[in-house]
């Protein structure tokens, strides 16, 4: 188990620093690859992870992207809008409504893919293959872990 010290948290190597400045420049960097496109990067996220079958329904976008509800359905409403997804009520439970790309969606997708993928291997140049499969796997475990807690502090709550 792993046990940081105070001068962990308060030095150029603490584990919140560090991820608030690599979001900030990811966001950043990730923002730049869309500034020509008709196409935001929160909306080709939403594409991709409907996409992945990571979420089908507004709720479990709402989650995955951090947003507010209001902001998912104007989200959801501009990519059904220009053609990329649509709603499919076609559930047996009328309250669930399913996301779905459309050929467009899945073709505006599947464009963009090449461009993120450069800019990752842009960013992780300095990586070996080991390392930035071990980097995910850190990462992952670190996600997971995070999951546990706050869950676990949510029941807490309760």
């Known amino acids: 188990m792993a046990k940081l010290t105070t001068e962990d948290l308060t030095s150029e190597r603490s584990p919140g620093r560090l991820l608030r400045r690599i979001h ?85 997708h599947a464009e963009r893919v090449p461009v993120m993928v450069a800019s990752w291997n842009e960013i992780l140049a300095d990586f070996k293959k080991q390392e930035a499969e071990q980097l995910i796997h850190l990462l992952t475990k670190l996600h997971d872990s995070m999951e546990r807690v706050v869950a676990a502090s949510s029941r807490e709550d309760e």
């Not at 960097?29 to 196409?39: A, I, K, N, T, Y």
């Not at 991709?48 to 992207?65: N, P």
């Open 24 to 108: 900030k420049l990811l966001v950043t960097r990730v923002d730049s690859l869309f500034d020509d496109e008709q196409l935001s990067i929160t909306q080709w996220t939403a594409l991709k992870l409907i996409r992945d079958g990571l979420v089908t329904t507004a709720g479990e976008l709402a989650r995955s992207l951090g947003i507010a509800t209001g902001a998912t359905t104007r989200l959801i409403d501009s990519l059904e809008e220009i053609g990329y997804i649509k709603r499919d009520l076609g559930s047996s439970d009328r309250r669930v409504v399913r996301l779905v790309l459309t050929k467009s969606g899945e073709a505006k």
